[in-house]
Nanobody
Framework: QVQLVESGGGLVQPGGSLRLSCAAS????????MGWYRQAPGKQRELVST???????NYADSVKGRFTISRDNAKNTVYLQMNSLEPQDTAVYLC???????????WGQGTQVTVSS
């Protein structure tokens, strides 16, 4: 089992920045990849960014050049630095952990990000 605790969401003006954090606990030795997804009202959940245990990253086209994912393996924490935020980035952001050994995805409770003037 893996437990995830997210923080860092909030309200920000267009062009602003936020940093999301997600700390993992539990069976953390088995984590293969960590990442972030988001879900806006009336829309499907979509990938934002992922990072593997060896540091390989992946980004949605819509956030490339604006968002940066990083990972502190010592703290079992993944971060998402979001710059140049746009109203269309408004969504609930969910932390994800993938364990390849069991092919299982764990999800955080989600943190709201609202970009509005």
């Amino acid at each position: 089992q893996v437990q995830l605790v997210e923080s860092g969401g909030g309200l920000v003006q267009p062009g602003g920045s936020l940093r999301l954090s997600c700390a993992a606990s539990g069976s953390i030795f088995s984590i293969t990849a960590m990442g972030w997804y988001r879900q806006a009202p009336g829309k499907q959940r979509e990938l934002v960014s992922t990072i593997t245990s060896n540091g390989r990253t992946n980004y949605a086209d819509s956030v490339k050049g604006r968002f940066t994912i990083s990972r502190d393996n010592a703290k079992n924490t993944v971060y998402l630095q979001m710059n140049s935020l746009e109203p269309q980035d408004t969504a609930v952001y969910l932390c994800n952990v993938y364990v390849a050994a069991t092919a299982y995805n764990y999800w955080g409770q989600g943190t709201q990000v609202t970009v509005s003037s």
